[in-house]
């Protein structure tokens, strides 16, 4: 069983306002991942980490932020939230950066900002 | 490039039907294929895995097989149950072109298995 955890799992909030999602992950692992799940499920990865102090923008362009200070955590912020970031986001993370690697992924914290 | 295409839903069986889930990819090199499986109000968890040309990947009933020469990883299940009713993903983990241990996702898969 993977020990991820994001919160909150549902957020609403108004246009303009700061928010951080957060995620831990108890496994140890190196590598996180931050997805942006579209109503059509399509995935998009937006950012990923290799370990503290290592942060890299994904493929899908994203006005979100996030830092990895500690090795469980790897929070994202979004400075100043929009309707355009309606969406879920998911969090992973990975034991190593092999190809054969298994991803585990969070519940996903569903957002919509109106 | 990297690319996941897989067959477009949603798909709808009865209990006991047949699954297949079509997956076929494009990548330089040998990448490892995936099936994720999303339950509805969860995230994705590994459903199977397969790391090299020729290996099938299995769990509760489903496989996969790793086909080089068709590019193919396709999703098949002999008897589904409602509880299979989900969203599966196939993707690909790259070992040449892309960051290590990046996944590339296809679209997704919606499953509903009527009693």
């Known amino acids: 069983e993977a020990d991820i955890y994001q919160t909150p799992r549902y957020l609403v909030i108004g246009t303009g306002k700061k928010i951080t999602l957060e995620c831990s992950q108890t496994?140890?692992?190196?590598?996180m991942y931050w997805y942006q799940q579209d109503p059509g499920m399509e995935l998009h990865l937006i950012h990923y980490?290799?370990?503290?102090?290592?942060?890299e923008k994904g493929d899908l362009s994203s006005e979100s932020t996030v830092s990895r200070i500690r090795t469980e955590h790897f929070p994202l912020t979004l400075e100043s939230a929009r309707p355009s970031h309606t969406s879920q986001y998911l969090c992973?993370?990975?034991?190593?950066?092999?190809?054969?690697?298994?991803?585990?992924f969070g519940p996903g914290t569903r957002l919509t900002v109106l | 490039g990297n690319s996941v295409t897989q067959m477009e839903g949603p798909v709808t069986l009865s209990e006991e039907a047949f699954l297949t889930i079509n997956c076929t990819y494009t990548?330089?090199?040998?990448?490892?294929l995936f099936w994720y499986v999303q339950y509805p109000g969860e995230g994705l968890q590994l459903l199977l895995k397969?790391?090299?040309?020729?290996d099938k990947g299995s769990n509760k009933g489903f496989e996969a097989t790793y086909r080089k020469e068709t590019t193919s990883f396709h999703l098949e299940k002999g008897s589904v149950q409602v509880s299979d009713s989900a969203v599966y993903f196939c993707?690909?983990?790259?070992?040449?072109?892309?960051?290590?241990?990046?996944?590339?996702f296809g679209k997704g898969t919606k499953l509903s298995v009527k009693p």
């Open positions: 992973a993370s990975s034991a190593g950066t092999g190809v054969t690697d298994t991803q585990y």
């Open positions: 496994m140890g692992h190196d590598k």
């Open positions: 980490s290799y370990g503290v102090n290592s942060t």
């Open positions: 990548a330089t090199g040998y990448p490892s």
């Open positions: 397969a790391t090299k040309a020729d």
């Open positions: 993707a690909l983990s790259p070992n040449y072109g892309g960051s290590q241990g990046n996944l590339i």
